[in-house]
């Protein structure tokens, strides 16, 4: 079945970059998601990138994918105590999921250092 | 707009007690999924449904039951819970045209311990 893999944890020093790696196993994918889940709250969606699309920016986030390695990863420029939650990297065909769902990875946890 | 609105927030139930878990969304989306959060696991799929009146199985759908009389609400049931329910619980909805910007909309989840 499809499998989609992520680091657990991430520590970074406030104002430096982050880069939260995933990969997926199903070459189907046409959707990629980051999830953003901050302690206690459900999940929020951050950005998404459509599988013909190589690289996506939106303010201080930009994602990247490497259709050939199934790769995704996103990037948080100048890291700050607020973005300090789980990311999880989601994959589907269909938008939002389809009659399937999403296929979550299991999530990196950020971990913000002063 | 509430979006998509789970309840209750917390619960603790006994080894072998039911409960329904609610979930209710305002956006008129066609499909709704149960996902279930534990440590380490990421969130998995239990059921889903395509449309009022349908349900489907998902990746861990044993020991569950849903049910989708009215478009907006999605319940989830536990007949007989089992310590192995303890998690996090997410609803979450979508459309179901194919569109650019279609996303999956997640309720605040329910925390359930069964003891």
């Known amino acids: 079945g499809e499998d989609v893999e992520q680091s657990l944890f991430l520590s970074v020093r406030e104002g430096d970059s982050s880069v939260i790696n995933c990969t997926y196993t199903?070459?189907?994918?046409?959707?990629l998601y980051w999830y953003k889940q901050e302690p206690g709250a459900g999940l929020q969606l951050l950005t998404y990138i459509f599988s013909n699309m190589d690289m996506k920016q939106d303010q201080r986030l930009t994602v990247l994918l490497n259709k050939k390695d199934k790769h995704l990863s996103l990037r948080i420029a100048d890291t700050q105590t607020g973005d300090s939650a789980i990311y999880f990297c989601a994959e589907s065909i269909f938008p939002g999921g389809g009659a399937d769902g999403l296929t979550f990875g299991k999530g990196t946890h950020l971990i913000i250092q002063p | 707009n509430a979006g998509v609105t789970q309840t209750p927030k917390f619960r603790v139930l006994k080894t072998g007690q039911s409960m329904t878990l609610l979930c209710a969304q305002d956006m008129n989306h066609e499909y709704m999924y149960w996902y279930r959060q534990d440590p380490g696991m990421g969130l998995r799929l239990i059921h889903y449904s395509v449309g009022e009146g349908t349900t489907a199985k998902g990746e861990v759908p044993d020991g569950y039951n849903v049910s989708r009389l009215k478009k907006q609400n999605f319940l989830l049931g536990l007949e007989s819970a089992a310590p192995s329910q303890t998690s996090v619980y997410f609803c979450a909805s979508s459309y179901s045209e194919q569109g650019w910007n279609t996303e999956a909309f997640f309720g605040q989840g329910t925390r359930l311990t069964v003891v």
């Open positions: 199903d070459s189907s994918s046409t959707y």
